[in-house]
């Protein structure tokens, strides 16, 4: 049995003789949400997306009528009103009366259904009923997901978070602020922060990035490839080339002969090559910690359009195939899915997501969900393959996220319930980012601030602010130490600037910025490695700031345990 998305298109003179609002309108008291009566008795709920679906000159009226009865149904008492029983059908004429101007669209229509308004309303939206459980568990309008979820992964379980250190602007609390940077300077030489490691290798990326970064196919629409096409000539899967990326230097196409500069970056290509070249860059950092496997299934925090999972994915891919026959094929894609799941989390809706392109073999799984509520034990495709460890992916997880994701991976680990649930982790890497969006409250590693470090909600609120200091950039000094106001008098220098008052050069703003972004990322470090049992983690670098200035990445393996 199949029905469509569609609309029933009625004459006025079918349609009003038989609209009879009192035989298809009830209230759902179990939801608290207006209902329809379906032929057959059954209580369906109304879906307001249908209007997506609406074109042609009738569309505006169908979406006017729509949307009051959306209106009228938010309330339990709306059609015992009078006048909302008049203003609805007004409504309906109208729309009828323009189905009727267009007989064609009229035509086309009237023989599929025989109930007019039953339809209109009952059939908004239909789907096939093999994939009716699936519509429920995305469509926005079903009752079950206007609950309130738990925050399970998150400090505040209640509701979200806040944050009881709000700071001032920076330039009101100079005298503050100084007093930190003197702490700052300490806590570096004592946690020892500006040790980092550099884990980009000198050998050369994956087949599949390295095809990539040679085709300028996959530059195109910020980095979304179509086929992945092989047009790499055998020399590339034997000489070694520089990782490095020079922003100053154009890119050179692969049709000029030259494959050498394949490793610079266009400058104003930002979310295309260089985006490929970052995936890269961690596909070898987990190749280099051995988590870069089939034995694993991978889930990915924050996942966007999932571009590392899909290059991630098209490099096992490329481990199952014979490089030879690969290379020779002019339009490779696997045909087949590799054996492991890729689980993505992503709390809005993305375009051009990269999963598209792997929905048909099926191991790509997208969760639409905050962080902050979601259980990996019960996700199904995890709970079925306990045999492979997990390792979690992050490609700019911005602030408190990661620390969600953090914790949501040791509670998938600990099941105080039943020890049976509880997965297995075998690695992580995190690329961080947005530290300035970094709470107090939520941060995983307060504890080991606070004890080790000294750190104080206050301090910790000034860290994250100054952390935007090593991203941001800074205009170059003005000219005029003593501007002219609008008067023509000449201003007095503003002796509560920080800058001024701490003899600050941009270059070591830009220092303290990176600075205090891994004195947050030491706190993260130590959650992993006490909480989540990775004595050997560590907070390096994946690639120079040319490429991104968020260029810090967390990891761990198990490898190491």
């Not at 039953?118 to 994939?131: A, L, P």
């Not at 045999?387 to 105080?416: E, F, M, Q, W, Y």
């Not at 810090?552 to 190491?560: E, R």
Request: aromatic fraction near 8%; charged fraction near 25%.
């Amino acid at each position: 049995m199949t029905s469509r998305h569609t609309v029933t298109f009625l004459s006025r003179e079918e349609a009003q003789p038989r609209l009879n609002l009192e035989d298809y309108y009830d209230i759902d008291r179990q939801y608290a949400k207006p209902g329809f009566k379906t032929p057959s008795g059954a209580l369906n709920w109304h879906c307001s997306c249908v209007s997506a679906y609406v074109t042609g000159p009738c569309g505006y009226f169908f979406r006017n009528f729509m949307k009051n009865i959306d209106r009228f149904l938010k309330n339990d008492d709306a059609f015992e009103s009078e006048e909302n029983r008049s203003l609805f059908r007004r409504i309906h004429y109208e729309l009828m009366g323009c189905l009727k101007a267009h007989p064609v669209y009229y035509k086309s229509f009237i023989d599929e259904y025989s109930s007019p308004l039953e339809n209109i309303m009952n059939d908004t939206v239909t789907v096939d009923v093999s994939k009716l459980d699936k519509h429920l568990s995305v469509c926005p309008n079903n009752p079950l997901f206007h609950e309130t979820p738990t925050r399970i992964n998150s400090a505040n379980h209640q509701g979200s978070a806040s944050s009881s250190s709000q700071l001032p602007p920076i330039n009101t609390i100079t005298q503050e602020v100084i007093l930190f940077l003197e702490k700052l300077r300490f806590l570096k030489e004592k946690l020892k922060l500006d040790e980092c490691e550099h884990l980009t290798t000198s050998r050369n990326f994956e087949r599949a990035i390295d095809i990539a970064l040679e085709n300028p196919r996959h530059w195109s629409v910020n980095g979304f490839p179509g086929r992945l096409v092989c047009t790499v000539k055998p020399s590339l899967t034997t000489e070694s080339t520089s990782p490095s990326i020079d922003a100053g230097q154009e890119a050179i196409p692969p049709s000029a002969g030259n494959r050498e500069g394949s490793r610079t970056s266009i400058p104003d290509s930002r979310g295309t090559k260089r985006h490929i070249y970052q995936n890269g860059c961690l596909v070898n950092i987990l190749r280099s910690q051995n988590i870069l496997s089939t034995d694993f299934n991978y889930v990915e925090f924050g996942a966007g359009r999932g571009g590392l999972s899909h290059w991630v994915n098209l490099c096992l891919a490329f481990d199952d195939a014979e490089l030879p026959d690969v290379l020779v094929n002019e339009h490779y894609w696997p045909n087949h899915p590799v054996d492991t799941n890729f689980i993505l989390v992503e709390q809005n809706s993305i375009r051009y997501k990269f999963d598209t392109r792997h929905r048909d073999v099926g191991n790509f799984i997208r969760l639409r969900m905050d962080i902050a509520h979601l259980d990996l034990k019960s996700v199904p495709a995890l709970s079925k393959t306990k045999h492979k460890p997990i390792v979690a992916l992050a490609k700019h997880l911005c602030g408190d996220a990661t620390d969600l994701a953090l914790r949501c991976l040791r509670n998938a680990s600990k099941s105080v319930d039943d020890e049976e649930r509880s997965l297995s982790i075998g690695g992580a890497l995190f690329a961080v980012c947005c530290h300035h969006q970094c709470s107090w409250e939520e941060t995983v590693g307060r504890m080991w601030l606070e004890n080790e470090a000294g750190l104080t909600a206050r301090e910790f609120a000034i860290a994250a602010r100054l952390s935007s200091w090593a991203t941001c950039g800074f205009k170059r000094c003005r000219q005029s130490t003593n501007p002219e106001d609008d008067d023509g008098h000449s201003k007095q220098p503003n002796t509560s600037d920080l800058y001024e008052l701490a003899g600050l050069t941009n270059e070591e703003r830009i220092s303290i910025g990176h600075t205090c972004k891994r004195l947050i990322n030491w706190g993260r470090l130590c959650f992993i490695k006490n909480e989540l049992k990775f004595p050997e983690a560590a907070m390096c670098t994946y690639t120079t700031v040319d490429v991104t200035p968020e260029n810090l990445v967390l990891v761990a393996s198990s490898s190491y345990r």
